[in-house]
């Protein structure tokens, strides 16, 4: 039931911006974007979710195109710790929370 | 720790075996989930509480069996498991209103043998 697209996997370089994208051009407009993580055999950890603006926390920001049709998670300085899988995941409130295969993000010394 | 605590970390069990997972979480949420991630697939929805009743089975055979005795408590009952079964099995919970996302234990990984 995942309604979104994402790379199989990605590198970055330790200390640089990792960049992860996620196509979500049938999403509708009480769908927000949410984005977890999946760090080896651990559960997944919720990192940030947006509707229309850009947000940001202390792990991520997340940038939204105006169209919504996809977005970015963005990691401003990659550590080896980041290393995991990344679900972008589009829902309404209300509904359950739907994981596809994600990205596995890889962060190389 | 997250807040979600599972019990137990690891578990081996024979096909004839019965056995529970347990689930506790006292974040104040209302709604609780079991998902079971197999090898190299997605996460799959099992079973949804909301305040403590069951709102959601997405076609789980019958040999897993959920309980849901209060909001902080969450089961699953495992008996004549098949040697596919054998997963990683989280729990999660969630305030069932607002925008929040799910808390998640570290799971519990079955072996079935």
């Known amino acids: 039931d995942a309604k979104t697209t994402q790379p199989t996997s990605m590198d970055c370089a330790e200390g640089r911006a990792a960049n992860l994208p996620c196509n979500h051009s049938t999403i509708s407009g009480n769908e927000y974007v949410y984005w977890y993580r999946q760090i080896h055999s651990q559960g997944p950890q919720y990192i940030i979710h947006?509707?229309?603006n850009n947000e940001t926390n202390e792990m991520a920001s997340l940038i939204i195109t105006e169209d919504r049709k996809s977005s970015t998670l963005i990691l401003p300085h990659a550590t080896l710790r980041d290393t995991a899988v990344y679900y972008c995941?589009?829902?309404?409130?209300?509904?359950?929370?739907?994981f596809g295969t994600g990205t596995s993000l890889t962060v190389i010394p | 720790e997250t807040g979600v605590t599972q019990t137990p970390r690891h578990l081996v069990m024979g096909m004839t075996n019965k056995k529970s997972l347990k689930c506790e979480q006292h974040?104040?949420?209302?709604?609780m989930y079991w998902y079971k991630q197999s090898a190299k697939k997605p996460l799959e929805l099992m079973f949804v509480?909301?305040?403590?009743?069951?709102?959601e089975n997405n076609s789980v055979p019958s040999r897993f069996s959920p309980e849901c005795p209060n909001s902080s408590h969450l089961f699953l009952h495992l008996h004549t498991l098949q040697p596919e079964d054998s997963a990683l099995y989280l729990c999660?919970?969630?305030?069932?209103?607002?925008?929040?996302?799910?808390?998640f234990g570290s799971g519990t990984r079955l072996t079935v043998v």
């Open positions: 995941i589009v829902r309404e409130t209300g509904n359950q929370f739907y």
């Open positions: 974040l104040g949420h209302n709604a």
């Open positions: 947006g509707l229309k």
């Open positions: 999660a919970s969630h305030v069932d209103r607002g925008n929040y996302g799910y808390t």
């Open positions: 509480y909301n305040f403590k009743e069951q709102t």
